[in-house]
């Protein structure tokens, strides 16, 4: 994997937390709308060998597991996040950051930094030369 392409990773990140996150409503949503049964009236054989999860147990196992899921997404764009700020060059910092965090084209970087976008394309072939310096491994970490 190359530097760019690493960087790059923030934007399959972000995609995955948010179906996550949807998938996790989903089953809130489930888990609330689960009618409760009065069994007050019936007459139940007890039973020490409870060997299924209810609805809502399983419904509940489901939803910490995504949010583990989720936090380990969230933790990889942060250490992204972090390691780009590791940078020396605040304007490196500022041109990697609004690319590969805030996904934004040259144009509008250089319309927002005041940069021309040949000014734009050189600070970032710098700004990736100094992040390959930083000695980033770029293997995927799970």
């Known amino acids: 994997m190359n530097t760019i392409d690493y960087l790059k990773q923030i934007k399959y990140i972000n995609i995955v937390i948010k179906q996550k996150e949807n998938e996790k409503k989903e089953l ?8 409760a ?4 009236k019936l007459k139940v054989k007890a039973s ?11 419904h509940i196992d489901e939803k910490a597991a ?7 997404y969230e933790n990889d764009r942060k250490r992204i996040i972090s390691e780009i700020r590791q940078l020396r060059k ?4 500022d041109i990697l950051y609004k690319r590969y965090v805030e996904f934004k084209c040259f144009d ?9 976008k040949s000014n734009v ?5 710098k700004a990736i030369e100094a992040f390959e310096k930083l000695g980033v491994n770029y293997s995927k970490r799970e």
């Open 28 to 35: 809130e949503d489930k888990i609330y709308s689960i009618p």
């Open 37 to 40: 049964v009065d069994n007050s």
């Open 48 to 58: 020490n060998n409870r060997t299924s999860y209810t609805l809502v147990d399983r």
């Open 66 to 72: 995504l949010e583990k899921e989720i936090m380990k």
């Open 90 to 93: 605040p304007e490196y910092i």
């Open 108 to 116: 509008t970087i250089a319309c927002e930094t005041g940069y021309s």
């Open 121 to 125: 394309w050189k600070i970032h072939s």
